[in-house]
């Protein structure tokens, strides 16, 4: 059997038999070390397709001690991605840096597209997308070379489904919010 990775419009493993009679799709167990391989390579091919967005194209939240790193699809007018927000101090005490990628959920045609371009084109974008997230306004600023688009296309592939999404510097997905102690104790384990 070869192992295939296919990454448009998004990540899934599958396995084909070599005279290409066979068709496996799902998980690939492997009974020894009972480790899920389709997971595996899905978890490797996010991790190196997050490796390659520009370092700029990203919010970011530095921590002073810096142990973890996370990329977090976010959306200003999701209440969970303002409740994560809302303890970024928290995480960041804990030494988890959050690097914050766009995905406005309700698409690209959106009061939330413009709220998140808006952010993102900010000068001080820190700043922007906290006023965001606390349900202030900003001023509408739409640049041209804003990554927002590229953030939500990107998310699609690595199947992102909701926000916020956590996405671990190993390629893992934590689906939804999760308390920065959790977030701690899940990347420590």
């Not at 990203?58 to 303002?82: M, P, S, W």
Request: contains cysteine.
């Amino acid at each position: 059997f070869y192992e295939v990775i296919i990454t448009e419009p998004w990540i899934e493993v599958m396995y084909i038999s070599s005279d290409a009679r066979y068709v496996l799709q799902g998980a690939v167990t492997d009974l020894v070390t009972m480790s899920n391989l389709s997971t595996i390579k899905i978890n490797a091919t996010r991790k190196q397709i997050l490796e390659n967005i520009d370092e700029n194209s990203k919010i970011v939240f530095k921590a002073a001690n810096e142990q973890h790193i996370v990329h977090v699809f976010t959306d200003v007018d999701c209440g969970y991605c303002r409740k994560f927000h809302s303890k970024i101090s928290d995480y960041l005490a804990l030494g988890i840096k959050v690097n914050y990628l766009a995905f406005p959920r309700t698409g690209l045609e959106s009061d939330s597209y413009n709220k998140i371009v808006s952010a993102w084109c900010d000068e001080d974008p820190n700043k922007a997308i906290t006023e965001l997230k606390l349900g202030n306004k900003i001023d509408t600023n739409l640049c041209l070379n804003n990554p927002v688009e590229k953030h939500y296309n990107l998310g699609q592939t690595i199947g992102i489904s909701g926000t916020p999404s956590i996405i671990t510097k190993e390629g893992r997905m934590i689906p939804g919010y999760v308390s920065p102690e959790e977030l701690f104790e899940l990347l420590n384990g």
